[in-house]
Structure formats: C-alpha cells, structure tokens
C-alpha cells in the first residue's frame, strides 16, 4: 500500500515556466511534509518543508502548496532552470518515538529545457 | 563542515554474503539514520539509531541491522544477501531525534549478483 502517491513521474518543463509537482496522503497522523531534491550520484537534499497548520510556504523560486482537508500538498517551482533539473521526492512524516519518520512518494524526474 | 560521509561508496557482493556499510555524520550531529533506495520500491526507511540505542526501525527482515558507536558512527550489516537488496544505501543525520532537518550522505551503492 502506497501511502504518499507523487505524480508526475516525469515532467518536462521550458526554462522560465513553473513546474509543478503533486502529493497525495492517506494517513492524518503525518504532520511534516519536506520536498528533496536529489541529483545523480548525490543523496538527497532538503529543499523546503510545510507543516499541517500553514497552507502555504515560499522560499525564493520555490513554494509549497498545503490541503489539510484533501489530504494533498504541491511543490511549485517558478521560473524554472536547467540547475533544477533532478528528481524530486515528496515526504509525509509522522513522530515515532520521539522523532519524525518519512514516507517518500516515489519521485518526479524533472528535466528542464533551456 | 564537512557533510556525511559513507564508505565505501561502490560495492559488489554475491548473493548469501554479508556486507558492512559505514556512515560518518556531520560533526555534532547525534542521530543517524539509514534508508534504502531502489528503482522498484523507491527511498523507504531501515532504522534509526540515537545514542547508540536503535529508537525506530522500518519493516525490513532481520537480516538488516544496524548499531551506532560512542562517536555517533554507525554501521549497517547486511546477511545472507539476496539479488533484491541490490540498492542505494542512504545515512543521514540530525543533531538529534525530533528535529526535523536531515542530511544524507552521497550513499552507497551495493549490487548483489
């Protein structure tokens, strides 16, 4: 059972247009959702992260989109760039003992165009 | 300062053998946490080890394991190999449990043949 589901598993994107990336959850009991973005060869790397009681965050080109009530939340990425082409994995976290343990959605392969 | 780092970051084993992969966190940091990554099953938590004691642990056979030392250094041990646990093994740290920010490592990449 898949319990973060992440589309698209692809997207193309022109330098300069947004590129948008969605998540979707099932378990209420996730209360921090962090985006990474890795590149090949490297491990993954904090990009930005929301929490149940905000809708939205922005942190320069990037924002995330947050629907306590849908169960979904959304990264957006403005002005897109050939530097940001990677691939994108969403996360719902839930305290486990103590500490915040990650479900991944299943990646976005983001490849921007010049 | 210098990030994680894992070692060794290539490996090539036969399936039955056992493999040890280490893991260095960032200076300070005292949580380290182990993840496995495959084209099939995707980035999904192993364990995570805090003052030598394993807090939490991912739904993973008994043939993966794990144990942190007094520097927070951590191993993970794989047994009895099998071709699926072919993958990317991932470490990240944070300063402690609760704290949401992490840090992975480059990882390492294990195939089993």
């Known amino acids: 059972q898949q319990q973060v589901k992440q589309s698209p598993q692809s997207l193309i994107v022109q330098k300069g247009g947004i590129s948008i990336i969605n998540c979707a959850y099932e378990n209420t009991a996730f209360d921090y959702f962090p985006w990474y973005q890795q590149f090949p060869g490297k491990g993954p790397a904090l990009l930005i992260a929301?929490?149940?009681?905000?809708s939205e965050k922005k942190e320069g080109r990037f924002t995330i989109s947050f629907n306590k009530s849908a169960k979904q939340f959304s990264l957006h990425i403005m002005d897109s760039q050939p530097g940001d082409s990677a691939t994108y994995f969403c996360a719902a976290s839930k305290r486990t003992g103590g500490s915040y343990i990650p479900t991944f959605g299943r990646g976005t392969s983001l490849i921007v165009h010049p | 300062k210098a990030g994680v780092t894992q070692t060794p970051r290539y490996l090539i084993k036969t399936r039955g053998q056992q493999v040890t992969l280490s893991c260095s966190p960032i200076?300070?940091?005292?949580?380290v946490s182990w993840y496995q990554q495959t084209p099939g099953q995707g980035l999904q938590f192993l364990f995570e080890y805090f003052s030598e004691t394993q807090r939490n642990k991912g739904n993973f056979p008994g043939r993966f394991s794990g144990r942190q030392f007094s520097n927070s250094r951590s191993e993970m041990n794989v047994s009895t190999l099998e071709l699926g646990d072919s993958a990317l093994y991932l470490c990240?740290?944070?300063?402690?449990?609760?704290?949401?920010?992490?840090?992975f490592g480059p990882g390492t990449r294990l195939t089993v043949t």
């Open positions: 200076s300070g940091h005292r949580s």
């Open positions: 990240a740290s944070s300063l402690e449990p609760g704290v949401t920010g992490q840090y």
């Open positions: 929301i929490r149940p009681d905000v």
